[in-house]
């Protein structure tokens, strides 16, 4: 699916109540030696595939690495449930070993963090949780998941209803789901323009369960009650969202999962220097939308990074960072499953 010059290294998490767990870390080196590095983190019913979003890191001088969580992508093993978790928490695990192979085992002092949806709320959460260990040096989030795409009077009885399910029969599947309309508007064989593997992301989503979801709301109230992270957020999503439960052209041209006016409600939350970059035309991954649209983001991602760490480490042609340490990495040829090899 991405082939050289991606590689992927297998993250061993031991054991949870389904059995064994593993993350996969996706690393794409830049042309030149450098000593910073992007770490991306995908949403619900996900995986990293946009190769592009690490070329344009790449030449811009950063080693860009996209971390699979678990139970998602490369990541998920035959006897798990897809995508699922009880806490948001449960991926701080696989967050904290990929940042300490970036920074200790590859070489790296500058580490930029960025979430994408679902990754878009976990992110921040560890960042709050880590923010006195120095771990990352800038935080840039795609479209978070910030709250329910709900009106309110469909929220508030949701929670009430999904906190007990969530204790007591956590992967009971719940009566609702993600729709196709994001799903035809990206790939190809439908509205889009994108490939990707639809068994880790099928067109209408994994089941949504209420552990999981319980989990979301957890972790959303603690967001909107205010973090502190201590490094500059970048906020990035449309001016729009796409509200229609069936294909109308104009979900190509807007936010068609989440409110985008939930993520620019609650940025001030996430910390004391945080940024908001609003993209007419903006899909719900901004690294997705349109040609025009696209290269307007890469423009104010690029913008934001070089004025907050072109000044960073780097280091002199023909130097490498210290190779990792761990196990030899395997170049990831076809994107396969982790239960199929």
Same mark, same amino acid.
């Given at each position: ?28 080196? &830049? ?5 910073? &590095? ?23 001088? =950063? ?12 990541? @998920? @093993? ?32 500058? +580490? ?28 840039? @989030? ?20 999904? &906190? ?29 323009? =994108?490939?990707?593997?639809?068994? =880790? ?51 190509? +041209? ?50 934001? &990074? ?36």
């Amino acid at each position: 699916m991405l082939g050289p010059p991606y590689e992927r290294q297998t993250i061993d998490l031991g054991t949870d109540d389904e059995g064994p767990v593993v993350a996969t870390l996706v690393r794409r080196r &830049a042309d030149r030696p450098t000593r910073r &590095a992007v770490l991306y983190t995908h949403g619900f019913t996900d995986y990293f595939f946009q190769a592009h979003l690490g070329h344009f890191f790449a030449e811009r001088g =950063w080693d860009f690495y996209a971390l699979d969580l678990r139970k998602y992508g490369r990541s @998920l @093993l035959p006897h798990q449930t897809p995508n699922f978790c009880r806490d948001v928490s449960d991926h701080f695990p696989e967050l904290d070993a990929a940042a300490r192979i970036i920074r200790e085992d590859d070489g790296h002092d500058v +580490l930029l963090a960025m979430g994408h949806s679902t990754g878009g709320l976990i992110m921040p959460l560890w960042a709050h949780a880590r923010r006195d260990a120095g771990i990352i040096d800038g935080l840039f @989030l795609n479209s978070p998941f910030f709250d329910i795409n709900a009106p309110w009077a469909v929220r508030r009885p949701l929670a009430a209803l999904v &906190a007990p399910l969530g204790r007591r029969a956590p992967r009971r599947v719940l009566p609702f789901g993600l729709g196709t309309v994001y799903s035809q508007s990206i790939h190809a064989e439908h509205h889009g323009e =994108w490939d990707y593997d639809l068994t =880790w992301k099928p067109l209408a989503g994994f089941p949504v369960r209420a552990g999981w979801l319980n989990a979301i709301r957890t972790a959303q109230r603690q967001l909107r009650a205010g973090l502190d992270i201590q490094v500059p957020v970048l906020l990035a999503c449309s001016t729009r969202s796409f509200k229609g439960r069936r294909w109308h052209e104009s979900a190509a +041209l807007a936010d068609a999962v989440l409110d985008v006016e939930h993520m620019v409600r609650w940025a001030p939350r996430l910390g004391r220097h945080v940024t908001v970059a609003r993209f007419d035309g903006g899909m719900h991954d901004l690294t997705l939308s349109g040609p025009a649209v696209r290269e307007r983001v890469f423009e104010e991602v690029g913008r934001w &990074a070089d004025a907050f760490f072109d000044a960073g480490p780097t280091v002199r042609d023909g130097e490498r960072p210290p190779a990792s340490r761990r196990p030899a990495d395997d170049v990831d040829p076809a994107g396969a499953p982790a239960q199929g090899g």
